[in-house]
């Protein structure tokens, strides 16, 4: 009987640090994420060819998975970065929906803020191999030879060209560049690594209301990162542009248009 | 270099911190705790008369936790299930159990089989080619009937996070009670027509006869009666200790090894995207098990025929032809090689990734070479990421007293 008192006692002592959903405000305002992905203007469907690229291909997505961090609100000059889970690195697979929401634990006072803006990938100081030795980030590493640290994004793509002659996989993975003496990408010839993390700036002028969750709406455009401004020709490029700095350059200018943002409140 | 140590004593035991070290692979903090709960829970039943099978008897002493040493760079989230933490007498009662032939139920010298009748040591838990019971490598249980599959090795499966078996059959994700955890394998393999093709309850009531067994049992669970269940938890706890992390590349990570040319060379072809590109699926730089522990088609067919690939999983047409994607750690013990056992050396499977590859609707987009059947290296290339495969090879592993046959077993046979 003792025992089973114990056994209470622990219970009891455990089941009251479990964590409650927050639902004691003070005033102030909760903010989540949530990661949403379209394609030519509906949400993305996996696995379809049923998509065009402005440089005439049809493709199909396969794997989509991405890192954002440093998420930054601004007000009167002064910003607020978003710690949140991890360190304010959050792994997006957009297959798996628990990836999709990111809520965070910051209590923010309401009132009007000027933008917020995050990094897409990770910045040269966070971007460091071996940092994450559990998956799914450390699936996402990138190799130490061509720059280290990690894959800002793996879009793993099947496209066919008009006449449908040609399947072929295309892996669009981005992370950190590379300059090449040689004209072929022969690692024995880098001569400097080029950081192509960029900020994104997904709202401005916003109001975070007190007393709520806040949900920011992402939302990448896939199509974006294949047509404006810079048309991306797949047969370019051998299946792949981790060794290709101008296709990551062409990549990463495009995927500055591919993100916009809500918020509701 | 330090390893980082995991070190497990009673004191912090107690204070819950190592405990939750072993938590840590549960997703959250609800999980963590709901782990946590579950060893305190284990811990008060194991200290509690009034739990025990026969009320007469004292409390079982504690069993003793074992120290996991984590090698560096390696994952720090353990899959350890909550039900069975892991002690120095469940891997001891495991190590017996994965090496006693009477695991089948029978005591017949013809008809013993147990998991070292194919998980053998020298070949990292294969049964390589050559063995005189397997010669071609392909075993069969006692009945004689051919597993589906050729053997996976048992190499670091302290971090399996997506499933077991080529497939992922055995996961959590399963519906299937009994078929979701390494603890599973010890039902599943007595009961198997290809493996011992047996009855569970009479291994079970075999085992309690045998001198010596009952009292390990007690020591490992608290009871000494024995079970089919705690049969797979002990040898789940011996399995969880097969760890490599001693190759001449993780000697080079370390800083404690220089790599010749050749591996060097054949590093950078394994890790570059316009090299091998292998990485995407083996792992690597930042992955030093060598594998993702994912599901991929390879690009070995066009026409499928194996009803037990990852689609038959999955039910998804995209997994036709997909298996798990094995370590590449001590390949040099594991021939032969894929999971239908088709290449025989390392030689002809760098020949099918390098000019062999054949597409199908259902290949891994992360295939990118398939449009020229391969990644087309010079013979001088292949040569070298041949030598950086096999500076991935861990003797110390094949050649560990921990992980081989006791001298004899608890009724002192042998």
């Avoid at chain 1, 990770?122 to 720059?147: C, K, Q, T, V, Y």
């Avoid at chain 2, 060379?265 to 098990?289: A, I, K, R």
């Avoid at chain 2, 194996?306 to 594991?334: E, I, M, Q």
Wanted: aromatic content about 12%; some cysteine; charged content about 15%.
């Amino acid at each position: 009987m003792k025992n089973l008192c114990c056994l209470a006692v622990f219970l009891a002592m455990f089941a009251g640090c479990e964590k409650k959903p927050d639902t004691v405000y003070h005033g102030y305002g909760k903010l989540q994420i949530a990661f949403h992905h379209a394609a030519e203007g509906n949400p993305l469907q996996f696995d379809t060819m049923i998509y065009h690229s402005a440089a005439m291909y049809n493709y199909k997505v396969a794997d989509l998975q991405y890192i954002i961090s440093g998420v930054t609100l601004y007000r009167n000059g002064g910003e607020f970065v978003l710690p949140g889970t991890g360190g304010g690195i959050h792994y997006v697979d957009a297959r798996i929906p628990s990836t999709r929401l990111w809520v965070t634990d910051q209590s923010i006072a309401p009132g009007t803020f000027d933008s917020l803006s995050f990094t897409f990938g990770l910045n040269a100081a966070e971007n460091l191999s071996n940092r994450f030795p559990d998956p799914p980030l450390r699936d996402m590493a990138w190799p130490d030879i061509l720059g280290g640290g990690y894959h800002y994004m793996k879009m793993n793509l099947v496209y066919g060209n008009s006449s449908g002659t040609v399947i072929e996989p295309f892996m669009f993975h981005l992370g950190i560049g590379q300059l090449y003496s040689s004209s072929l990408p022969n690692p024995d010839s880098i001569t400097g690594y080029v950081q192509n993390f960029f900020r994104v700036t997904l709202l401005k002028r916003f109001i975070i209301a007190g007393s709520r969750i806040n949900t920011i709406n992402c939302t990448m455009q896939v199509d974006h990162w294949f047509d404006g401004p810079e048309s991306f020709n797949f047969d370019d490029y051998p299946g792949g542009i981790m060794q290709s700095q101008p296709g990551m350059q062409k990549a990463c200018a495009n995927g500055r248009k591919a993100f916009s943002g809500t918020i509701s409140n | 270099m330090p390893l980082k140590k995991l070190v497990i004593s009673r004191i912090q035991f107690f204070r819950g911190r190592t405990v939750s070290r072993a938590c840590l692979m549960f997703k959250g903090k609800t999980g963590r705790l709901t782990c946590f709960m579950g060893w305190m829970a284990w811990l008060l039943m194991m200290l509690t008369p009034g739990c025990n099978k026969n009320p007469g008897e004292p409390a079982a002493a504690l069993p003793t936790p074992y120290t996991i040493t984590i090698p560096r760079y390696f994952p720090g989230n353990l899959d350890i299930p909550a039900d069975n933490p892991m002690t120095v007498e469940g891997v001891t009662l495991g190590r017996y159990l994965f090496y006693d032939g009477r695991l089948s139920g029978r005591t017949q010298p013809d008809s013993l089989m147990c998991c070292a009748t194919c998980h053998v040591q020298a070949h990292s838990f294969e049964c390589g080619i050559g063995d005189p019971r397997f010669p071609d490598g392909h075993p069969y249980g006692l009945t004689g009937i051919y597993t589906a599959h050729f053997m996976m090795p048992m190499i670091n499966l302290v971090w399996t996070n997506h499933g077991y078996l080529w497939n992922g059959l055995v996961a959590p994700e399963n519906p299937l009670a009994g078929v979701k955890t390494l603890e599973d394998l010890a039902w599943i393999v007595i009961t198997s027509p290809s493996e011992i093709h047996g009855d569970t309850a009479k291994v079970a009531a075999l085992f309690q006869t045998i001198p010596g067994y009952p009292a390990l049992f007690k020591k490992a669970f608290g009871s000494d009666h024995v079970t089919v269940r705690n049969m797979g938890r002990a040898l789940a706890q011996f399995i969880r200790t097969l760890i490599s992390g001693d190759s001449r590349f993780d000697r080079f990570l370390r800083g404690e090894y220089q790599l010749t040319n050749a591996e060097r060379s054949g590093y950078v072809l394994f890790m570059t995207e316009q090299g091998g590109d292998c990485f995407h699926c083996h792992g690597g730089d930042g992955n030093p098990l060598f594998t993702t522990n994912l599901y991929y088609n390879n690009g070995k067919d066009s026409v499928f025929s194996d009803p037990g690939d990852r689609r038959s999983v999955t039910d998804n047409p995209l997994d036709l032809g997909a298996y798990k994607a094995p370590t590449l750690r001590n390949l040099a013990f594991r021939a032969p090689y894929m999971h239908d056992g088709r290449f025989k050396t390392l030689d002809e499977v760098l020949a099918f990734y390098n000019a062999q590859l054949v597409w199908s609707p259902s290949i891994s987009p992360l295939m990118h070479h398939i449009g020229t059947h391969g990644v087309h290296l010079t013979p001088p290339q292949l040569s070298d990421l041949k030598a950086f495969l096999l500076s991935l090879t861990d003797s110390s592993f094949v050649s560990n007293p921990a992980f081989s046959k006791p001298s004899s077993f608890p009724d002192g046979s042998k």
